[in-house]
């Protein structure tokens, strides 16, 4: 599928497992975080081509074609039609440029190409630095070596080069400071109405060694690496295909699969899934328990087994997931969710894969990821407390038992019965679950309000009206969810770019606040999740539909962040100043995944029990089609509604039978 972009102050990400890359579509590279990335530093600030003495550059850059792999942009010169066609490969730290330059004029011509390089090898903290750089030529390439890595560029072409060994400063945003080892050109005739083409390679790694493997494997293979992530990307949609008979829906579900697939990366401390990009790029503890039942969703078993074995080879002696992975410091902790997450993740892996041996290799891990969440009761009055700054709302004072900890520690409890049924060990008591769900009502529903006080501090109870309210009910605690529900739809909440984090007549209230009044793709996933979850799926429809209209807003085939309730602006206030939201982030594509397959068509799979059961939420004569995948096995299914009542039927492609159950 095919994104054509005329709006050129958008930006766009390309992407492999070890690599990315981000520019914007006029061709600038305007902030610090664009260039080229391998893991989590920068090797590349800019990349310019000269073209018979003009810069291919916003002033001739027209428009941009983007699909699931590619990102082509197209200029016109005199008398020439040039275009950059670039992507990221699945594998390596490599990004390739093709440069298509068409000569429009009557008569041959011989046409000179030069390409300019800044070089800019750096921690993402750094700013400007004072770092030396050294280059030399080897055959069809440029070395660039520091103390922090190396980059290598070439082309396919023969080539000449005009040293420079420059340093420039520049200010994308913050002040930068690149190197530009010199200029590389060169000739090549161009007859009438023909195109010719040449192949460049930017390569990074830590050292000269890696970057070199990673230009050696790539060069002259282009089109086999193209082919790769094309077959990769058709097979994870063929995969997880969806035909709801809604364009807005497909297209929304289909791009979100492939915007986790870009945040799946692998580095020397596992496999993971960065939080966003440009500057997300860690595993956050909380994002990923929030995102990899997505992933599993769609059907890649294999990276969310990874992901969450990562997580838990760096869980604490005492039991936490941290709530971050850096990628070259080690990791932190102090998530107050980030356990209980994994532990639900955990939970909705092994029933959708079946996979009884991975559960067993983690059981310890478990174990000792319930006790730390026990320990998190520290009045023992059955609710989870919590630091400042420990939950989702990381920027604000929550300190004590906010609802949205407890409602998902109500989850976690439930689904650490079934695993540990599952490996016939005791370990949860029913009597818990029931006694924490009566214990949430009792303390923190707001009859008068028809509401849920947003958290609990030694016997005080925070009168804020906050978008919290949503997890009881996405949980299943609340008693009155359609209470809930309906205040959350109303205006003190919801706008036209949909859910506010804060009720606007608080007076904290900002449209623009991080947490205090904006509107999070991931949470609007979230809303339209509770109302297809009680039936309301005009409701749920219009949530998705909101988030259709902001998506691609600002980068191409991308979710913000979050996101000014009010315009859309990703500009917001946080505690230090104003800042753009990330503009690719994963927890906003995982929301829109698990709305549509968990709540939406209801789909709750049990592979161990080979048992299928739906509780679909959709309008009167929707039909949809729908690929799932349950442990090795590929389900066809069709959901249909008529006259309020749902039929399923299946074709597995192993040719097994499950138990169907279909709730009405």
Known sequence: MKWEERNLSKSYILSGRNCFFHRYCDSGFKTKWTGLWGDSKKFLDYFAFKVDGTWLSPNNCYMVEYDEAVCIHNYSLDGIEAKEILFVPENGKILFVTLQIVNRKLKERRVRIELEVGVNIREMEENWHERKYQYKLFQHAVIVDSSKGTLIYGADYPFSFRTLSIYRDHYPGELERCFIPGILYMDTPIKPEAAVKVNFAFACGENRREAY????????????????????????????????????????????????????????????????????????????????????????????????????????????????????????????????????????????????????????????????????????????????????????????????????????????????????????????????KNRIEEEFWNEKEGFYYDRVKDGEKSNIKTVNSIFPVLFGVSREPLRVIEKLEGEEFTGAFGIRTLSKNEPTFNPAGYHTGSAWGWINGLMASIEFLYGRADMGLKYLSILKSVFGRNCICSLDEAWNADNADPTLLKGYGREPSAVFQAWSFGSIIRCIDEYMLGLRIDALNRRIEVSASLKDGMEITRRKRIGNDLVDLKIKQTNGKVKVNYVSRGGSKYRLTINN
């Open 213 to 436: 493997l990673n230009f050696k494997l790539g060069s002259g293979h282009v089109d086999q690496r193209l082919t790769e992530k094309r077959r990769r990307y058709l097979e994870v949609l063929d995969g997880a295909l969806l035909r709801t008979g809604i364009k807005d829906i497909d297209e929304l579900f289909r791009w979100s699969v492939l915007g986790l697939e870009k945040l799946i990366h692998k580095s020397s401390v596992g496999l993971g899934v960065f939080a966003g990009y440009p500057w997300f790029t860690q595993y956050w503890g909380r994002d990923s328990g929030w995102v990899i039942p997505a992933i599993i969703d769609y059907g890649n078993f294999e990276d969310a087994c990874e992901a969450l074995r990562t997580l838990a080879d760096f869980q604490s002696d005492e039991g936490e997931i941290p709530n971050l992975i850096h990628l070259y410091h080690g990791a932190s902790y102090g998530s107050s969710d980030a356990t209980p997450l994994w532990i639900i993740s955990l939970a909705h892996y092994v029933l959708n894969s079946g996979d009884i041996k991975f559960l067993r290799e983690y059981e310890d891990n478990l174990m000792r990821a319930i006790e730390w969440c026990r320990t998190r009761d520290i009045n023992g009055d059955g609710l989870l407390e919590t630091d400042n700054r420990y939950t989702w709302m990381d920027t604000l004072e929550r300190r004590g038992a906010p609802v949205d900890l407890q409602a998902i520690w109500f989850k976690t409890l439930t689904d650490a019965k079934n695993l540990l049924n599952i490996l016939g060990v005791k370990g949860v008591d029913p009597l818990e679950i029931k006694s924490l």
